[in-house]
């Protein structure tokens, strides 16, 4: 851990020091990372991942790896093995790993003692039953008709629900807790149900499957974690996680610190809109770079340590809040352009010809890599006749401070020469099609005598040399500064609206346009990023051939965060 990030604490630090210095658990942290394997992690999970795995950093401790696939409706080993590739680019490592279904003989086990005890039972409620039953955030809820069966009717049952002897819904084992309590999560909770579905490691071993909070807990107290670390909406489950560990006999249970989610403007973080728009065409897959997802973020061109300093930046709190999802580009934007090499692109591109310049000459221009770093090197790029500007870089009718190129006006190519625009052309449109320039032939960058200033610099690419790409500009997907929040794992799905999320999105979320780069680009690597003088960042795509290259544009080069002192 960087010795800056040793000085500095949070509330979470603070309460496992106090562990420590009452002498808890041995003088042992450790945490676990515990996500379902029902989709990719997202920017909102690296919050708690870094939590994790940082806090057992912190103190010298240890962290692992729980894969909570109680679930097999949704769950598969594709989104385990993209789990486990993030963790390891983020730059952590795990202890141990694990999974909920590799314990299910031990939770089993655990709900059979429950029942001897009289602490569980089989009830035939339906769902809109169960809720009828619940009651009310202000009126108790009442004791299901079936809650007084005998020991030997619950345990006949259960074992009859795991030898696969009823229908899916019609059965479920239950904690016999308190029906009147002013927590609803306590009112006689789900333990187990019955799930006809194909595990993705079980297989059809079993046909009862725990729930997420009856499991998590045993897991936790299986494997000696010694601090539950989870976010904010786990608050009103910690008396059943407490009750959990302490009516199955763990000693030394875990204790749970929840801490704040991260939500961020314009970005949807939950995980099931986020399969719906994979699974209905909305995005070409969970690494679509308008994706929240880290494989998204990767494949757009994010950067490890952006996405590390920005969720240092976030910090941890204890209080929910929104994120202006301008600070993770901020973050992104520093790296790259401390690192990413310079070059040029035209992503609009208008034709220049250069009246005065000979159509067979040639010069080679010398540029810098990186203009902070003159160990990065340089390169060459070839100046010739005609030549690709941006569209927006010429202007008929030029506003006042218009500084770049317009009919009579003279601008600078960058590391080149100062042009005039003579003439251009126009289509049977009325569209620019083609701009007419003169050139200072004693003008060029570096030489003697090239001392006269003009106010506009302009990015241009050699229509000669030039290579044809594909550049890929990417939005915010969803339209509005509210973004959509992350689902709790292990929360059943609903049919929530949400707003109409799907006529929320973007229809300006991806704009593909066809330009030319520098040749110098041409052996560049997939995931290699680039500054493009006046566009932005690019990053090189997996979607890249060899007769047309794709770039996605990582962020943009104007920073719309304002940081505070």
């Given at each position: 851990?960087?010795?800056?990030?040793?000085?500095?604490?949070?509330?979470?630090?603070?309460?496992?020091?106090?562990?420590?210095?009452?002498?808890?658990?041995?003088?042992?942290?450790?945490?676990?990372?515990?996500?379902?394997?029902n989709g990719y992690l997202h920017i909102g999970h690296v919050k708690a991942?870094?939590?994790?795995?940082?806090?057992?950093?912190?103190?010298?401790?240890?962290?692992?790896?729980?894969?909570?696939?109680?679930?097999?409706?949704?769950?598969?080993?594709?989104?385990?093995?993209?789990?486990?590739?993030?963790?390891?680019?983020?730059?952590?490592?795990?202890?141990?790993?694990?999974?909920?279904?590799?314990?299910?003989?031990?939770?089993?086990?655990?709900?059979?003692?429950?029942?001897?005890?009289?602490?569980?039972?089989?009830?035939?409620?339906?769902?809109?039953?169960?809720?009828?039953?619940?009651?009310?955030?202000?009126?108790?809820?009442?004791?299901?008709?079936?809650?007084?069966?005998?020991?030997?009717?619950?345990?006949?049952?259960?074992?009859?629900?795991?030898?696969?002897?009823?229908?899916?819904?019609?059965?479920?084992?239950?904690?016999?807790?308190?029906?009147?309590?002013?927590?609803?999560?306590?009112?006689?909770?789900?333990?187990?149900?019955?799930?006809?579905?194909?595990?993705?490691?079980?297989?059809?071993?079993?046909?009862?499957?725990?729930?997420?909070?009856?499991a998590h807990p045993i897991g936790d107290a299986l494997e000696g974690i010694?601090?539950?670390?989870?976010?904010?909406?786990?608050?009103?489950?910690?008396?059943?996680?407490?009750?959990?560990?302490?009516?199955?006999?763990?000693?030394?249970?875990?204790?749970?610190?929840?801490?704040?989610?991260?939500?961020?403007?314009?970005?949807?973080?939950?995980?099931?809109?986020?399969?719906?728009l994979v699974e209905e065409g909305y995005v070409s897959g969970w690494d679509?770079?308008?994706?929240?997802?880290?494989?998204?973020?990767?494949?757009?061109?994010?950067?490890?340590?952006?996405?590390?300093?920005?969720?240092?930046?976030?910090?941890?709190?204890?209080?929910?809040?929104?994120?202006?999802?301008?600070?993770?580009?901020?973050?992104?934007?520093?790296?790259?352009?401390?690192?990413?090499?310079?070059?040029?692109?035209?992503?609009?591109?208008?034709?220049?010809?250069?009246?005065?310049?000979?159509?067979?000459?040639?010069?080679?221009?010398?540029?810098?890599?990186?203009?902070?770093?003159?160990?990065?090197?340089?390169?060459?790029?070839?100046?010739?006749?005609?030549?690709?500007?941006?569209?927006?870089?010429?202007?008929?009718?030029?506003?006042?401070?218009?500084?770049?190129?317009?009919?009579?006006?003279?601008?600078?190519?960058?590391?080149?020469?100062?042009?005039?625009?003579?003439?251009?052309?126009?289509?049977?449109?009325?569209?620019?099609?083609?701009?007419?320039?003169?050139?200072?032939?004693?003008?060029?960058?570096?030489?003697?005598?090239?001392?006269?200033?003009?106010?506009?610099?302009?990015?241009?690419?050699?229509?000669?040399?030039?290579?044809?790409?594909?550049?890929?500009?990417?939005?915010?997907?969803?339209?509005?500064?509210?973004?959509?929040?992350?689902?709790?794992?292990?929360?059943?799905?609903?049919?929530?609206?949400?707003?109409?999320?799907?006529?929320?999105?973007?229809?300006?979320?991806?704009?593909?346009?066809?330009?030319?780069?520098?040749?110098?680009?041409?052996?560049?690597?997939?995931?290699?990023?680039?500054?493009?003088?006046?566009?932005?960042?690019?990053?090189?795509?997996?979607?890249?051939?060899?007769?047309?290259?794709?770039?996605?544009?990582?962020?943009?080069?104007?920073?719309?965060?304002?940081?505070?002192?």
């Amino acid at each position: 851990m960087p010795e800056e990030a040793k000085e500095r604490s949070n509330f979470i630090w603070d309460l496992v020091e106090e562990d420590l210095a009452a002498g808890k658990n041995g003088g042992r942290v450790k945490t676990r990372f515990p996500p379902e394997p029902n989709g990719y992690l997202h920017i909102g999970h690296v919050k708690a991942l870094c939590v994790d795995f940082m806090t057992a950093e912190r103190f010298g401790g240890k962290c692992n790896l729980r894969f909570d696939d109680t679930n097999p409706t949704k769950e598969d080993v594709e989104y385990v093995d993209a789990i486990m590739d993030d963790i390891h680019w983020l730059g952590f490592d795990w202890d141990e790993l694990h999974y909920a279904s590799e314990q299910y003989q031990q939770i089993y086990e655990l709900a059979l003692d429950l029942i001897r005890r009289g602490i569980a039972y089989v009830d035939d409620l339906s769902q809109e039953e169960m809720r009828a039953y619940r009651g009310t955030l202000t009126e108790p809820g009442k004791n299901s008709p079936y809650r007084d069966r005998s020991v030997e009717e619950n345990m006949d049952l259960f074992l009859r629900m795991k030898a696969g002897e009823f229908p899916e819904g019609s059965r479920v084992l239950r904690a016999k807790i308190d029906m009147a309590s002013p927590n609803i999560i306590m009112r006689d909770p789900t333990l187990y149900r019955i799930l006809y579905k194909k595990h993705h490691r079980t297989g059809n071993e079993w046909c009862i499957y725990p729930m997420y909070d009856f499991a998590h807990p045993i897991g936790d107290a299986l494997e000696g974690i010694t601090h539950s670390l989870c976010s904010l909406e786990y608050e009103i489950h910690r008396p059943l996680y407490d009750w959990v560990v302490n009516v199955c006999g763990f000693k030394n249970p875990p204790r749970q610190i929840e801490f704040a989610r991260l939500n961020l403007t314009d970005t949807v973080m939950s995980k099931r809109y986020l399969r719906k728009l994979v699974e209905e065409g909305y995005v070409s897959g969970w690494d679509d770079p308008r994706m929240p997802t880290l494989h998204a973020m990767r494949r757009r061109g994010y950067t490890r340590s952006a996405v590390r300093d920005f969720i240092d930046r976030v910090g941890v709190s204890k209080a929910d809040s929104t994120v202006d999802v301008a600070l993770l580009e901020h973050c992104v934007r520093e790296d790259l352009n401390e690192h990413a090499r310079r070059a040029m692109a035209v992503v609009r591109p208008l034709k220049v010809v250069l009246d005065n310049w000979p159509e067979d000459r040639v010069d080679a221009l010398t540029m810098e890599n990186h203009p902070q770093h003159p160990e990065m090197g340089s390169h060459t790029v070839d100046f010739t006749r005609e030549l690709y500007i941006e569209q927006e870089d010429f202007m008929e009718n030029p506003p006042k401070k218009f500084f770049r190129l317009f009919p009579g006006g003279e601008v600078r190519l960058k590391g080149a020469y100062i042009v005039k625009c003579e003439s251009f052309e126009k289509d049977a449109e009325g569209n620019v099609t083609c701009v007419h320039c003169s050139v200072d032939m004693d003008s060029r960058s570096g030489c003697e005598g090239a001392n006269r200033k003009v106010k506009g610099t302009l990015h241009w690419v050699s229509a000669a040399k030039g290579l044809p790409f594909e550049a890929r500009l990417y939005d915010t997907l969803l339209s509005s500064e509210e973004g959509i929040g992350e689902d709790a794992e292990g929360a059943e799905d609903t049919a929530v609206d949400k707003k109409d999320f799907i006529s929320r999105l973007n229809p300006r979320s991806l704009e593909v346009l066809n330009g030319f780069m520098e040749p110098s680009l041409k052996d560049a690597a997939v995931g290699d990023t680039f500054q493009f003088l006046r566009v932005g960042y690019f990053c090189k795509d997996k979607d890249s051939t060899d007769e047309m290259p794709v770039f996605n544009r990582v962020v943009g080069l104007k920073d719309s965060f304002k940081i505070t002192k």
